[in-house]
């Protein structure tokens, strides 16, 4: 499944834009986690560390008018390089069964594949 060519591009799907994550998108989503993860607590799982030290390998995806609809953490092991970590995906409620989920863990395959990773955690 790990086939693809690496970008370090956007992509758009499902009329949403996939792109790295970044620091400052850390509230955007941490405002919402718990809500979206239908009123559980959540939030205390996802530490601000993924969107400082892990943009390359972590992903948001926005609607056209740049509202977050979706969101992807992962990083590469540092005790097994060969198998990349996906620590938390989710989608807005609202955007269910859209593609946007899908989406999300394409672009991180993309990202990871090469180095000899062909395994997902």
């Known amino acids: 499944m790990l086939a693809r ?14 792109r790295h994550a970044k620091s400052s998108d850390y509230g955007r989503v941490i405002g919402r986690i718990n809500v979206w993860w239908g009123g559980r607590e959540m939030a205390p799982v996802l530490p601000r560390l993924f969107f400082l030290h892990f943009e390359g390998t972590s992903f948001v995806a926005e609607d056209d008018a740049g509202d977050l609809v979706g969101f992807l953490c992962g990083f590469l092991s540092q005790t097994d390089p060969t198998e990349p970590y996906i620590h938390f995906v989710c989608v807005s409620p609202d955007h269910r069964g859209e593609g946007f989920g899908r989406t999300l ?17």
Not at 106 to 121: L, Y
């Open 5 to 18: 060519t690496r970008t370090s591009q956007p992509t758009t799907s499902s009329g949403a834009t996939i």
């Open 105 to 121: 863990y394409e672009r991180f395959f993309d990202e990871v594949r090469g180095g000899g990773r062909s395994v997902v955690r």
